[in-house]
C-alpha cells in the first residue's frame, strides 16, 4: 500500500505548510489513535524548535479523541522518548521533530510499544484512518519526565569515573541532547567544552550539529581534546571528531564498533547490518575478519527491521545513526559515542589510529534539488547513464541514485577504483539529471 504522508522517517516538511500544522497533526494523532484501537498511554516529545510545543498539543488532542492517554515528556532526545514507549508501559510514542532539518521544517515520528519505528505497512494503516477533521475541544493531558531515567541507562555503559582527565568537545546542535548528553560525559568525569548549546527556538542545527562539523573540528584542535561529539537535532546521530581534528562519520563508527565487537567474539551473528549507502570498504573491513555485512534500503529503520531478522545487534547508516539494540531500540547518538569511548578504554589507542579499521573506497556524491520527483524509470536519460556506468565500474564499484525520502532532492552516489573514475562518473549522472530533471 502507497503511503501519501510518511518518508523514510516519518512525516516531515515545512511548518505552516499542508502537511506540518497543527490540523493535520490532531489528525494525524486521531489515526493513530484508530489504529491502535482501545486505550492506552502515548508518550509525547519533541525537540527545541519553536513549532515544536504546539504540534505536540495538537498530536494529543487528536489522540485523546480517539480515547488514548497522551503524555508530554517536552523537549527530548528521540532515543529518550523510545525507551520511554517501554518504561512508561505506553502503546505509542510520538516524536516532534525534523532531525537535521533548519527549525523552518518539522516532522512527526511514531514508534511501536516496544520502541521501534513503525513499518511502511503500519504507517499506510494509519494513513487510511486519517479523519477529515478533529473537534476543536481541550484535550486532557499529563506529564512526565523521562530524562532521569535515559541518563541513568546511557552512563552505565561506562564505569564510574571513566572519563576523569578527558577534554571533550560536545556539539548538540542547539537541540534535545542540551541537558542530557553533556550531563552524562560529566557525570563520568569528563571535561566538557560545548557547541550548540543555547537553544532558542530558531537555531537547531544552524550552522552546528552532525551536518555542520567545521566548527567541532577546529574547537577540537583549539583546546586539545581527545575527540569530539556532534549530534544532530533530535540527538539520534553521531559524528565524532578525532583527536587531531578530523572528522569520523557513521561508516567511520560502525566499522571500529564491529570490528572490535568481532574481535572479542561479541558481533552478533558475526553481522553489521549498514544501508546501501554505506563505504564498500566497511564490507571488506569486517570481511577479512571472517564477519559479514548485510545491507538495506536507506533508513535506519529498514536497518533494525534487518538487525531483527538476522539476529544481528549492531547496524547504522553513514549519515551516523547508529543502533546498538541491546541497549536501545533505536539509533542513539549518545550510546554510540559512549561505544566507541569504550573501545578507545579497552584498547588504549586514540581515535585517529581506531579508525584505521576503515580504508575507504573512492566516493563521491551530489544532492539535486528538483522541482518534481518524477519516476526515474520513466526517465529518459539518466537510467541509460546509471547502466553504463554500472557496467563500466563492475566489481570495482557502485552506483546508488534515489530520491530523498524527506526533501525535494535526487541524491547521487557513485563509488569506484579511484577518485577520477569516480568524479568522472558522478558528472555524467549529474548532466543525465540536468537533461531529464529541473534542478533547482
Not at 488532542?61 to 508530554?72: C, H, I, M, Q, Y
Not at 532515543?79 to 521533530?97: F, N, S, Y
Not at 565487537?261 to 573491513?285: E, I, M, P, W
Request: glycine share 12%; aromatic share 2%.
Amino acid at each position: 500500500m502507497k503511503r501519501q504522508y510518511f518518508g523514510t522517517d516519518g512525516v516531515r516538511g515545512p511548518y505552516g505548510g499542508p502537511v506540518i500544522n497543527e490540523s493535520f497533526a490532531a489528525r494525524l494523532g486521531a489515526a493513530a489513535g484508530r489504529w491502535i484501537g482501545g486505550s492506552g498511554r502515548v508518550v509525547i516529545g519533541r525537540d527545541t524548535r519553536a513549532s515544536g510545543e504546539s504540534l505536540a498539543a495538537a498530536v494529543a488532542r487528536g489522540l485523546a479523541s480517539a480515547g488514548l492517554t497522551p503524555v508530554l515528556l517536552g523537549a527530548a532526545p528521540t532515543p529518550a522518548v523510545a525507551r520511554a514507549v517501554r518504561t512508561q508501559g505506553a502503546v505509542l510514542g510520538v516524536v516532534i521533530t525534523a532531525s537535521h532539518n533548519p527549525a523552518c521544517d518539522n516532522g512527526i515520528k511514531l514508534f511501536s510499544r516496544t520502541g521501534v519505528k513503525l513499518t511502511d505497512e503500519d504507517e499506510a494503516a494509519i494513513e487510511q484512518a486519517l479523519p477529515s477533521e478533529v473537534p476543536a475541544s481541550a484535550a486532557v493531558f499529563s506529564t512526565a519526565d523521562v530524562l532521569a531515567d535515559y541518563m541513568a541507562a546511557t552512563g552505565s555503559i561506562l564505569p564510574a569515573h571513566a572519563l576523569r582527565g578527558w577534554k571533550i568537545v560536545l556539539d548538540t546542535a542547539n537541540g534535545a541532547t542540551c541537558a542530557t548528553s553533556p550531563a552524562v560525559l560529566r557525570a563520568l568525569g569528563a571535561e566538557v567544552i560545548g557547541l550548540g548549546d543555547s537553544p532558542d527556538g530558531k537555531n537547531i542545527n544552524a550552522g552546528v550539529g552532525s551536518e555542520h562539523p567545521g566548527p567541532l573540528a577546529q574547537r577540537v584542535r583549539e583546546v586539545g581534546a581527545r575527540l569530539g561529539i556532534a549530534h544532530d537535532g533530535d540527538g539520534d546521530r553521531c559524528i565524532l571528531c578525532d583527536e587531531r581534528g578530523e572528522v569520523l562519520d557513521g561508516d567511520e563508527i560502525l566499522t571500529i564498533l564491529a570490528t572490535h565487537a568481532h574481535r572479542q567474539g561479541k558481533l552478533a551473528a558475526q553481522t553489521l547490518v549498514v544501508t546501501v549507502q554505506s563505504n564498500l570498504g566497511v564490507d571488506a573491513a569486517l570481511g577479512a575478519l571472517g564477519g559479514r555485512v548485510a545491507r538495506t534500503d536507506v533508513g535506519d529503520r529498514y536497518v533494525i527491521e534487518r538487525m531483527f531478522a538476522t539476529g544481528a545487534t549492531l547496524g547504522g547508516e553513514s549519515s551516523g545513526h547508529i543502533i546498538c539494540s541491546e541497549i536501545s531500540p533505536t539509533g542513539d547518538g549518545l550510546v554510540a559515542a559512549l561505544k566507541t569511548i569504550e573501545v578507545m578504554l579497552a584498547t588504549g589507542r586514540p581515535l585517529s589510529e581506531l579508525r584505521g579499521a576503515l580504508a575507504k573506497f573512492p566516493q563521491r556524491s551530489l544532492a539535486l534539488k528538483v522541482r518534481e520527483k518524477r519516476p526515474l524509470e520513466t526517465l529518459p536519460t539518466l537510467p541509460r547513464a546509471i547502466e553504463a556506468l554500472e557496467r563500466e565500474l563492475g566489481s570495482q564499484g557502485r552506483v546508488l541514485v534515489r530520491y530523498s525520502g524527506t526533501e525535494a532532492k535526487l541524491r547521487l552516489l557513485v563509488e569506484g577504483p579511484t577518485d577520477a573514475a569516480v568524479q568522472a562518473g558522478l558528472a555524467q549522472l549529474e548532466a543525465a539529471t540536468r537533461s531529464d530533471l529541473e534542478v533547482l
